[in-house]
Antibody
Framework: QVQLVQSGAEVKKPGASVKVSCQAF????????ITWVRQAPGQGLEWMGW????????NYAQKLQGRVIMTTDTSTNTAYLELRSLRSDDTAVYYC??????????????WGQGTMVTVSS | EIVMTQSPATLSVSPGERATLSCRAS??????LAWYQQKPGQASRLLIH???TRATGIPARFSGSGSGTEFTLTISSLQSEDFAVYYC?????????FGGGTKVEIK
């Protein structure tokens, strides 16, 4: 079955880091990219960045530059999102979605179920 | 960045009735507009891309229209499984941006 399966909920303290995984099933991982989108409680969807499933090229949203790292592991068809120096306003549900393999604009045709990350002291 | 505005925030509709959702872009996005359906605890689903093209497996009761800055998602006859939150997204410019969503609830 074609799907993206994300890791479970996380609770972190301010200043810590979190790493969320997104494992792809049912399609050739290296033929696509992965994009990450987050949704804070009661807020809309915010695009965070994109990574190629083939060569690991990435592009990040400007406001997250320096705090976000996206990686992939093609041996397990898994993409990772690491967010550092967490703040309370990073509390959100984090989604991965399938994207074009190249850095190009298109709709996201497959989504993960979301991972809740709570940042609280 | 392009701001996407959806209206109304909440739409109360009876099963079997038509639902019309609106999305406005702060500048032209051509036809590079997608609609998604989101249900609690589930993966979001792509409904429409290219403003008017239904994604694979999407029922014909879902239709999209518009171009430039004004877009509409129409659900011709609401089924029980259609009560959800709907988001529009522009992918004409980086960063891609989303509307604030329209919640379609049972009247």
């Amino acid at each position: 079955q074609v799907q993206l399966v994300q890791s479970g909920a996380e609770v972190k303290k301010p200043g810590a880091s979190v790493k969320v995984s997104c494992q792809a099933f049912g399609y050739p991982f290296t033929n696509y990219g992965i994009t990450w989108v987050r949704q804070a409680p009661g807020q809309g969807l915010e695009w965070m960045g994109w990574i190629s499933g083939d060569n690991g090229n990435e592009n990040y949203a400007q406001k997250l530059q320096g705090r976000v790292i996206m990686t992939t592991d093609t041996s397990t068809n898994t993409a990772y999102l690491e967010l550092r120096s967490l703040r309370s306003d990073d509390t959100a549900v984090y989604y991965c979605a399938r994207a074009p393999e190249e850095w190009e604009l298109d709709a996201f045709d497959l989504w993960g179920q979301g991972t809740m990350v709570t940042v609280s002291s | 960045e392009i701001v996407m505005t959806q209206s109304p925030a909440t739409l109360s509709v009876s099963p079997g009735e038509r639902a019309t959702l609106s999305c406005r872009a702060s500048q032209s996005v051509s036809s590079n507009l997608a609609w998604y359906q989101q249900k609690p605890g589930q993966a979001s689903r792509l409904l429409i891309h290219g403003a008017t093209t239904r994604a694979t497996g999407i029922p014909a009761r879902f239709s999209g229209s518009g171009s430039g800055t004004e877009f509409t998602l129409t659900i011709s006859s609401l089924q029980s499984e259609d009560f959800a939150v709907y988001y529009c997204q522009q992918y004409n410019n980086w960063p891609v941006t989303f509307g604030g969503g329209t919640k379609v609830e049972i009247k």
